[in-house]
C-alpha cells in the first residue's frame, strides 16, 4: 500500500507511522476519544462523489467500530446500526474527534465531530466475535 493514504486504525488499517494521523487518544473507562485527520487522497473518497468528495457514513461507522476494537475489544463485531443521523458532509482534509460510549454490554454511542458541527451520531450493537482472523463485520 502506498504511504500516502491516510487510514484509521493502528490494529488493522494502519499502513505506516506517518499516515496515522492520530492526533490524541484518551480512554476513560467505557468513554473513548480520539481524533482523525481525513486526508483529501483517502481512497474512501474515490468515486464517492469526484466533483464533490464526501467521506461515505460507512466509512464513519467503520471508525467508531475501529475505535472500538482498538480499546474496548479486538474482536468486536458488528451487528447492526441502531440509529445514525448524518447531520453534515464530512468533506476531505478535515480534522474530526469521535467519541464512543459503550452504554451496555452489547451498545456503543458515538458522536462524530470538530470544533464546529456534528457530522454524525448514532449506536451501534455489536457482539464478540469467537473467529481468529477476517474483520468481523
Known amino acids: 500500500y502506498s504511504a500516502r493514504y491516510f487510514v484509521w486504525s493502528v490494529l488493522e488499517l494502519c499502513r505506516s507511522a506517518q499516515d ?3 492526533v490524541r487518544k484518551k480512554m476513560d473507562k467505557r ?3 480520539s481524533k482523525y485527520f481525513i486526508a483529501g487522497n483517502h481512497p474512501d473518497f474515490e468515486g464517492h462523489f469526484p466533483q464533490s ?3 461515505p457514513a460507512v466509512s464513519q461507522v467503520d471508525l467508531v467500530i475501529q475505535l472500538l476494537r482498538l480499546n474496548y475489544h479486538p474482536r468486536l ?3 447492526c446500526v441502531k440509529r445514525a443521523k448524518f447531520k453534515a458532509i464530512l468533506r476531505p482534509d478535515t ?5 464512543v460510549t459503550v452504554v451496555s454490554d452489547n451498545e456503543a454511542r458515538w458522536t462524530l465531530r ?3 458541527q456534528v457530522y454524525s451520531i448514532g449506536d451501534l450493537i455489536f457482539s464478540f466475535s469467537t473467529a481468529t482472523s477476517g474483520s468481523g463485520l
Open 77 to 79: 463485531a458488528s451487528s
Open 114 to 116: 470538530d470544533a464546529s
Open 31 to 33: 468513554v473513548f476519544r
Open 20 to 22: 496515522a494521523m492520530v
Open 53 to 55: 468528495p464526501v467521506f
Open 95 to 99: 480534522e474530526v474527534e469521535l467519541e
